[in-house]
């Protein structure tokens, strides 16, 4: 570091060169130019500190953004590895089962909510009396997993089939939940083991269920298994039916009905006509979405791990345009 400067020498060899100047000679002019010399050192040495400061400081700015930039490639290169930037989809004929175009379908991915498409299956053909079924959603079936919550009323009465709607329409949680309690002498744990038996009945090997809402990430299945799911679960009509429409409504806790729309926007706020639909989405997972389309075409969409809701539908309104489904 360069040491403060002591100008009052400096003022006292001027008041000493007035002294000598008064005095007159040689040795005047002589200590005038060694004291304007040394001035101009020490100035310029002042500055020289400064630039030497401003040279160390920007050094250390460069190294900063230089490791900042280090910092933004490596947590680039793991997004890109989780594969959100690559959307895992299949686009086929529903009815024959025919693809049109695929990316990534053998990859084990999480299915989030896609779950309860099974939940449906399961409950809807192992209840014995679907149509005077009720039950209720309790403290059983909040969720310790994602810490979601439910609009529907705890402790109170609901049809089997209302819940049913909720879930599928909705993606509720809580009816999830509560359904796969509700068949007679089944616990929770006989409901998942039967969810997973359907699956490898079907032939799929890379399925596993561990709840019935989805809410795991330890739900896992690949665009190829969800293809074979779905293309059994569309010919439930009961299940087909409920997750096309817009809407559905329920009581609340004060006994108000409350609108439930379809987590599906096309559907929803688009007004596009499908035949099965069901949306899924946490955080491991990403935006997923199954959409069968209500049209001569029987086009089938499944995408998994799309970055955001809107990149998800914008996807299937793309391809379901490319095919003649708009």
């Known amino acids: 570091m360069l040491q403060k400067y002591n100008f009052k020498q400096i003022v006292l060899k001027i008041f000493l060169f007035l002294i000598i100047y008064t005095m007159g000679g040689v040795n005047a002019n002589i200590f ?3 004291i304007k010399t040394e001035y101009h050192n020490k ?6 500190e400064k630039n030497k400061q401003k040279q160390n400081l920007l ?3 460069n ?12 947590k680039s290169k793991a997004a890109s590895n989780y594969t959100h930037n690559n959307i895992k989809y299949i686009v086929f004929n529903y009815k024959d089962g025919n693809i049109l175009e695929e990316n990534d379908i053998n990859i084990i991915w999480p299915v989030a909510s896609l779950t309860k498409l099974m939940t449906a299956y399961i409950f809807v053909n192992n209840m014995p009396d679907l149509k005077n079924c009720t039950t209720k959603i309790t403290s059983e079936d909040i969720d310790l997993i994602k810490k979601t919550r439910t609009r529907l009323a705890i402790n109170k009465p609901y049809s ?5 709607e909720v879930m599928l329409i909705a993606s509720d949680n809580y009816a999830a939940s509560a359904l796969s309690r509700s068949i007679p002498d089944w616990s929770k744990a006989d409901f998942i083991k039967k969810m997973n038996s359907q699956a490898k009945s079907w032939g799929l090997s890379n399925t596993i269920f561990v709840d019935s809402s989805g809410l795991s990430p330890k739900n896992r299945s690949s665009i190829k298994d969800y293809k074979q799911l779905t293309m059994h679960i569309v010919k439930n009509n009961k299940i087909s039916n409920i997750t096309s429409k817009r809407q559905t409504t329920a009581e609340n806790k004060l006994n108000k009905k409350i609108l439930f729309k379809n987590t599906n926007k096309l559907i929803s706020k688009y007004g596009y006509d499908a035949i099965l639909s069901k949306t899924g989405y946490i955080k491991e997972s990403g935006y997923n979405l199954v959409h069968f389309s209500n049209c001569s075409k029987f086009i089938g969409i499944i995408e998994f791990g ?9 996807f299937v309104k793309q391809k379901l345009s490319k095919y003649g489904c708009n």
């Open 32 to 34: 005038a130019a060694t």
């Open 43 to 48: 100035i310029k040495a002042i500055e020289n």
């Open 59 to 61: 050094k250390a700015e």
């Open 63 to 74: 190294k900063e953004i230089k490791k900042n930039k280090n910092i933004n490639k490596k």
């Open 160 to 164: 089997c089939e209302k819940l049913l």
């Open 306 to 314: 799309a970055k955001s809701s809107e990149q998800r539908m914008n």
